[in-house]
Every structure is written in C-alpha cells, then in structure tokens.
C-alpha cells in the first residue's frame, strides 16, 4: 500500500540539466536503500544510482560525475541532480525503495516512473 510522487521530469537539451525528486507515503517496516533505475526504449530497467540509509551511494558508471543522489530531510524523500544531460540519458526514470517486510522478506516498491527525455 505505499504510493509514490515523482516529479521533475521533462524534455531538455543536450548538456542541460534537471532535478528529480520522489516522496513515498504508506507504512514500510525497514528501509534499506532508494535509489532512482531508468528504463530507455527496448532496454532493460537499469541502476542509475542509490543511496543506503547509511549514506553510501552507489552509480552506474555511464552518470558518475554527472549525476547526484540525495536524500531529503525527511526520510521518505530521495532526489537525483542530472548534469550535463546526454541523448543517451532519455528514458523513464523510476524510483525505488528497497526495504524488508514484516516478515522478513527483501521487497521492492516502484514508482510509476517519471519521463526524461534529452534532444535538440
């Protein structure tokens, strides 16, 4: 029962710049990481970048030095700061929760995606 808000997204030129944000809501046991995966037309969901509740964060190497994983103050907020935007870059970009369950259980929560979409 965990519902997601993603915003942010939108058309931009290459080298630009946009800043995506996410907040879920609903009860969630122990959270593990966030993180923002991106899926671009007839390819896989991907990394792009995650961040543990620690603190570490971790990239794919196709946006390291471009792009920056934040966590909000409050704890169900996660941001991803994309610099110098790429054609390559175009896809749906997806927040996620990795967290355990009441049960003890590994389990993912989606968000419903948000467009990101770089050309000239």
């Known amino acids: 029962q965990v519902q997601f808000v993603e915003s942010g997204g939108g058309l931009v030129q290459p080298g630009g710049s946009l800043r995506l944000s996410c907040a879920h809501s609903?009860?969630?046991?122990?959270?593990?990481?966030m993180g923002w995966y991106r899926q671009a037309p007839g390819k896989q969901r991907d990394l792009v970048a995650l961040?543990?509740?620690?603190?570490?964060?971790n990239y794919a190497d196709s946006v390291k030095g471009r792009f920056t994983i934040s966590r909000g103050n409050a704890k169900n907020t996660v941001y991803l700061q994309m610099n110098s935007l790429k054609p390559e870059d175009t896809a749906v970009y997806y927040c996620?929760?990795?967290?355990?369950?009441?049960?003890?259980?590994?389990?993912?929560?989606w968000g419903q995606g948000t467009q990101v979409t770089v050309s000239s």
């Open positions: 609903g009860s969630i046991f122990s959270i593990y990481a």
């Open positions: 961040i543990t509740r620690n603190g570490n964060t």
């Open positions: 996620n929760v990795e967290a355990e369950d009441y049960s003890g259980d590994n389990v993912d929560y």
